[in-house]
C-alpha cells in the first residue's frame, strides 16, 4: 500500500476537520467522503490506486480526528453537505469532483444535486440518496428522534477492555468489516481512555435522524445531476437487493463483486473499484 501523502486539518469557520491527501498536486481535484461511523482510512486501499486525481479524503465532523459538532447541534445531510462545501473553498476549488461512499455517496449526490455547475464527476460506492418511508410517519418519527436526542445525555460510551476487541466490535458492527478492514479503521478511529479503547466517534451519531427525505425529494437530486456518474454496486451489498430503486437511477451502473466495503475489505476489492473508476476518470 502506497504512504498517505499529507495530512491535514481544515480550520472551517464552524469547525475544524481532519483529512488525508492523495495524490499528484496538479491531479484533477477529488474530495472524498466515508461512510457513516468510518473515517478517512476508508479509502487508504483505494487511493493510492487512482491515477492522477488529487485525492482530500474528510473526516466528516464527529468522525476520525474531526471535530464533534457543539451540543445541541446535529448530523443532518445538509450540515454534511456545507461542510463540504466549506472545504472546496478553503482549498479554492471551484470545481471538483466526489468519491463517495455510503454516507458519503448520500452527502455527494445531494451536493452534485444542489449545485451541478460545481461538480464534474460522481464516483459513489455503493450508496444512493435513500427514501425514507410512508410520509403519515413523518411526524411518529419525528418524536421518537427528538425522545432519543433528550435520552443521549443519561448514556456513556463504550470502552472496550483491549484495542483487539475494539477490533472485534467494529468487525461485527451494524455493516461487517473484515478485520483488516476494521484495523484500517482503528487506526484513525480508537483512542485510549481509562480501562481500555473507544471509539473517537460521537455517538450522537447513532441517533435517529429527526426529517428523513420522501422518495420524491430523494429522486429530485438525482434528476439534478448533470455530471458524468458511475456507481458500483456491491453484489452483497446495501443495493442489490432494490432492483426498483436502481432501475430508475440515470447513472452507469458497475455491479462489482464483494461487501459494502469492498474498495476497503481487502486489496482484491479495492483492486476491482479502482479499474473501475480509472476508467471513468478517463473517460471524456
Known amino acids: 500500500m502506497s504512504p498517505v501523502v499529507e495530512e491535514i486539518r481544515l480550520s472551517l469557520p464552524h469547525i475544524e476537520l481532519a483529512a488525508y491527501i492523495f495524490g499528484p498536486q496538479d491531479g484533477l481535484p477529488v474530495i472524498a467522503l466515508h461512510g457513516w461511523l468510518d473515517n478517512a ?24 480526528h474531526s471535530d464533534h459538532r457543539p451540543r445541541g447541534a446535529g448530523y443532518a445531510l445538509a450540515d454534511y453537505a456545507f461542510d463540504v462545501l466549506c472545504v472546496a473553498e478553503q482549498l479554492g476549488w471551484k470545481q471538483f469532483a466526489l468519491l463517495g461512499h455510503s454516507l458519503g455517496a448520500i452527502v455527494s449526490v445531494i451536493i452534485a444535486g444542489s449545485f451541478p455547475e460545481r461538480v464534474t464527476r460522481l464516483a ?23 425522545e432519543a436526542q433528550l435520552a443521549h445525555g443519561h448514556k456513556r460510551k463504550s470502552v472496550h477492555p483491549t484495542l483487539d476487541r475494539a477490533i472485534e466490535a467494529r468487525m461485527m458492527g451494524m455493516v461487517a468489516v473484515s478485520r483488516e478492514a476494521a484495523e484500517l479503521l482503528a487506526q484513525r478511529g480508537l483512542m485510549p481512555v481509562p480501562g481500555g479503547y ?8 447513532t441517533l435517529p435522524s429527526p426529517l428523513r427525505l420522501t422518495d ?29 430503486l436502481l432501475d430508475r437511477l440515470p447513472f452507469t451502473l458497475e455491479r462489482l463483486a464483494g461487501g459494502h466495503h469492498l474498495h476497503l475489505n481487502d486489496e482484491a476489492g479495492a483492486t476491482l473499484v479502482a479499474d473501475c473508476f480509472n476508467r471513468f476518470f478517463v473517460t471524456p
Request: proline content about 5%.
Open 124 to 146: 459513489l460506492i455503493d450508496g444512493i440518496v435513500l427514501r425514507s418511508g410512508p410520509d403519515i410517519d413523518a411526524a411518529e418519527n419525528m418524536g421518537k428522534a427528538l
Open 41 to 64: 482510512n476508508s479509502f487508504a486501499r483505494l487511493a493510492p490506486k487512482l491515477s492522477g486525481l488529487r485525492i482530500v479524503a474528510v473526516d466528516f465532523a464527529g468522525h476520525g
Open 198 to 205: 473507544s471509539w473517537r466517534s460521537d455517538s450522537r451519531l
Open 216 to 244: 420524491a425529494q430523494a429522486m429530485s437530486f438525482v434528476r439534478r445531476v448533470t455530471c458524468p456518474t458511475t456507481l458500483v454496486v456491491a453484489e452483497e451489498g446495501m443495493l442489490a437487493s432494490h432492483p426498483e
